[in-house]
């Protein structure tokens, strides 16, 4: 099938109304490694149900409509895609528990040309399914390699975030487990990239690999361990996805902070490695 620009910016993703309880929330706060000092009060709260805490990252497995572009109709060559840039705007924390629904859009495509791929900007709002309250906004970014040359429009493309040139004021390491993703994904995404050892050697892994979006959720924890603890704090986060992380290495997230806006990369020192970069998150003052 050709691809055609104007269907796929068109394209009816589906409205998802999701409930949750406080299962899942914690289960989610395990996934991403909080817990790892389980007599650390500030972490119990999120990995124990007498804590009743949120993490801010949560929203990312909110309202998920499932992997759409892997529909025939979209014309995406959806086996060359990967995960750009995943942003989180917290309007509302979510409680432990409640119902949502999730709105999913395409806001631009972006033709980088022949070759080159193409660039999918999405965008997903959480609202609460019983007041309406606008709980977060979810812009995401989708680099699709195997598209591109459609005479699509080349720009505009927002820019990065430049980090500092100064030393960090500050850098956090967290450990993941060897088991890792396998906790990770029972909090919904079950790509068995992350899972089986043959899919990841046929994706080119020498294993499977950790979810970016797990990955985040780590470096959010750094960003919440460098903020007290204190959820409400975080008011948003952007990253890029620039490496793979394994699970069982040790995340190290450097953190530059000038009044609200800190800016932050995530880094495997053991390999060198870039796994995050271009980092800015707005934390409210204390």
């Known amino acids: 099938m050709e691809f055609d620009h104007e269907r796929l910016l068109n394209w009816p993703i589906p409205e998802v109304r999701q409930r949750y309880t ?19 009060p500030d972490q119990l709260r999120f990995v124990y149900e007498a804590g009743r805490k949120t993490l801010p990252s949560y929203p ?8 759409w572009m892997k529909d025939p ?36 495509i972006i033709d980088k040309g022949a070759g080159k791929g193409m660039l999918v900007y999405t965008e997903r709002t959480l609202t609460d399914a019983h007041t309406g309250a606008l709980l977060a906004t979810l812009p995401s970014t989708t680099f699709c390699r195997g598209n591109g040359g459609f005479g699509g429009p080349a720009g505009p493309v927002p820019p990065v975030h430049a980090l500092p040139e100064r030393a ?12 890792q993703a396998l906790i990770y ?7 068995p990239l992350h899972a089986d050892p043959q899919v990841a050697r046929a994706a080119g892994f020498g294993r499977p690999i950790l979810h970016g ?17 204190a959820a409400e704090r ?11 992380v394994y699970p069982g290495d040790v995340l190290s997230t450097d953190i530059w902070q000038d009044g609200e806006v ?10 060198d490695a870039l796994v995050l970069g271009n980092g800015r998150a707005v934390v409210r003052p204390a």
């Open 262 to 271: 800190w800016s932050f990369r995530t880094r495997v020192a053991a390999r």
């Open 185 to 191: 994904r029972l909090s919904g995404d079950y790509n």
């Open 60 to 67: 990312v497995v909110l309202g998920y409509p499932g992997f």
């Open 213 to 229: 979006l797990c990955t985040l959720g780590v470096a959010c924890h750094a960003l919440l361990k460098a903020a007290g603890y």
């Open 234 to 244: 975080i008011a948003s986060v952007q990253v890029r996805f620039t490496a793979p």
């Open 73 to 108: 109709g979209t014309g995406i060559d959806w086996v060359r895609l990967v995960h750009g840039e995943q942003g989180i705007v917290i309007h509302r924390l979510p409680p432990p528990e409640g119902e949502v629904i999730g709105r999913t859009r395409i806001t631009s």
């Open 168 to 179: 960090p004021d500050q850098s956090i390491a967290l450990p993941t487990l060897p088991q």
């Open 22 to 40: 406080q299962r899942d929330t914690l289960l989610y706060a395990l996934g991403v490694g909080l817990g790892s000092e389980p007599l650390d």
